[in-house]
């Protein structure tokens, strides 16, 4: 990965990536429109892991354009930021979110507020979006 950050900075960075629940994805519309969506995510093994319901523009465009970027809100007004740029791809064949215990206990609760089971959210955003980190920026 180009631009990695010094080991203090780039463990913090991960510790961030564990910890938040809200990440913003950018991805690229085909007319070359940037469009950010909040999403839930998980780091696992290298990567970030976003689910989406199988009809949204963010899926379209990760098909048509696999260049991303994933940021996590500032902390202290400006400052802590944690900026990544990556290689994302639809795998089909990813386990769901309902079969990662980790991602389900980071969000159990939040799945409970959507009247939704662990199984029940899988059915629905079913589309696994791996995003393999190339760049990350630390500040």
Sequence with gaps: ???????????????????????WLTTVRRDGQPQSS?????????????????TTQKVRNVRAN???AVHLRDVDDGSDIVSIEGEAVID?????????????????AMIADLRMDPASFAQSYSVPIRIR???????
């Design 1 to 23: 990965m180009r631009g990695v950050p010094a080991p203090p900075k780039r463990s913090h960075a991960e510790e961030r990536l564990r910890d938040e629940k809200i990440a």
């Design 38 to 54: 909040p999403v839930w995510f998980l780091l696992r093994d290298g990567e970030i892991v976003v689910y989406s319901r199988p």
């Design 66 to 68: 696999s260049r991303v």
């Design 92 to 108: 089909e064949g990813y386990p769901s979110a309902a079969a990662i215990p980790a991602y389900v206990k980071k969000y159990d």
């Design 133 to 139: 980190p190339t760049r990350m920026r630390v500040e």
